[in-house]
Structures are given as C-alpha cells and as structure tokens.
T-cell receptor, first 112, second 115 residues
Framework: LAKTTQPISMDSYEGQEVNITCSHNNIATNDYITWYQQFPSQGPRFIIQGYKTKVTNEVASLFIPADRKSSTLSLPRVSLSDTAVYYCLVVGGQTGANNLFFGTGTRLTVIP | GAVVSQHPSRVICKSGTSVKIECRSL??????MFWYRQFPKKSLMLMAT?????????EQGVEKDKFLINHASLTLSTLTVTSAHPEDSSFYIC???????????FGNGTRLTVT
C-alpha cells in the first residue's frame, strides 16, 4: 500500500504561498495523487489530482517529481478561509480505487 | 462535476436503536462506494467498501453485523448502524468515484450522536 506521510501541522500568514509536501514512497505505476481539503464537520473536498510533473487549476498547483515518490500541494496567497486540514491520497487508476487509506493530514492555520 | 450526496447530515438516536445513513451518487453510476468514520481531530478511517449487487468488504476490526451495508443500486449505498451505543457516536462519511481516472468524491458526512 502506498502509505502517505505529511507534516502534522503548518502555520502561515495571510497572503503567503503555502507548500505542503506528501511522501508516498510505495506509489504504484497506475496510481494517481489526489489532494483534499476538509473543514470541521464536512466531508473532504477535492482540490487537485495529478499523475506526474505539474498540474494547475484555479485554486492550487500540484508538483510531482519524476520518481513520483512525493508530491507538493501549492496554495498561492492563502487567506483565513484556507485554514483547514489537507490530505493527500494515492488512488489506483482505472483498474480500481484501491489504496483509500488516509494519512494524518496537515492542519494548516492561516494567521492574520 | 461528480457529486455525492449523503443524508441525513446529523442524527441523534437513543441507545439500542438503529440508524440508516444514505449515500447517493447524483450524476454518475458507482459500482463501488466507500464508508469512512472520523473521530474529532483525527483522520478518516476506512470502514468498508460497498459493492453493488454483492457483499460489502469490511476493514479489519469493523463489525459487519454492527455496520450493515447495502448497495442495491448503482447510485445508492446505505450504512445502518444497528443497536447503536454511545461509542458509535462519530462522523460518518461516504465516497464514490466516477469510473475511469476521476477523483474520489465525498459526501458531506453524517454526525451521529447516540444518547
């Protein structure tokens, strides 16, 4: 199983860029890397998904090195409303959604 | 985009009663859905995989007779907490995935309180 490891917590000031790195040393060839945001008493919300190199959408960027053993979620210019827990999840490709075990997540606190 | 709906969002029940939680995929068919449990300030813990038309697969330590899962159609899975006890109080979250390489989407969770 591609177990994931993330920092337990991070603090950042408003307006700064935040980078959260996740290690997944045992990632398989068909696995994708997905990041989620979770607020208290809500289900995780999809942020971004990638397979390799760089993916960018309207809220974040995801950087994946060539060996795919880690990934970095980049949140540009965070605001107070970005305070949440962020999880990376390694999910199997078309053959099935295996590896659905969440790690600890990273609790991001944005400070005014 | 793909959306997963979960109902109810919160429920309070008395010890010994049973509670059913529904999970629906709104715009796609899901042959597989997943049920998680989350305690305060903890990560999500996978309880079981719900398979349409067949038995659910439970993770180690999860009592299948306690947490009954039914996946009778391609858009609906239900989790029934039977003979609930206060220690079953938790946040239950379901998820499903549109076939292919699309991401896993989650419901908004159900806060169960057993008194």
């Amino acid at each position: 199983l591609a177990k994931t490891t993330q920092p337990i917590s991070m603090d950042s000031y408003e307006g700064q860029e935040v980078n959260i790195t996740c290690s997944h040393n045992n990632i398989a060839t068909n696995d994708y890397i997905t990041w989620y945001q979770q607020f208290p008493s809500q289900g995780p919300r999809f942020i971004i998904q990638g397979y390799k190199t760089k993916v960018t959408n309207e809220v974040a960027s995801l950087f994946i090195p060539a060996d795919r053993k880690s990934s970095t979620l980049s949140l540009p210019r965070v605001s107070l409303s970005d305070t949440a827990v962020y999880y990376c999840l390694v999910v199997g490709g078309q053959t099935g959604a295996n590896n659905l075990f969440f790690g600890t997540g990273t609790r991001l606190t944005v400070i005014p | 985009g793909a959306v997963v709906s979960q109902h109810p969002s919160r429920v309070i029940c008395k010890s010994g009663t049973s509670v059913k939680i529904e999970c629906r995929s709104l715009d796609f068919q899901a042959t597989t859905m997943f049920w998680y449990r989350q305690f305060p300030k903890k990560s999500l813990m996978l309880m079981a995989t719900s398979n349409e038309g067949s038995k659910a697969t439970y993770e180690q330590g999860v009592e299948k007779d306690k947490f009954l899962i039914n996946h009778a159609s391609l858009t609906l899975s239900t989790l029934t907490v039977t003979s609930a006890h206060p220690e079953d109080s938790s946040f239950y979250i379901c998820s499903a995935r549109d076939p292919g390489n699309s991401p896993l989407h989650f419901g908004n969770g159900t806060r169960l309180t057993v008194t």
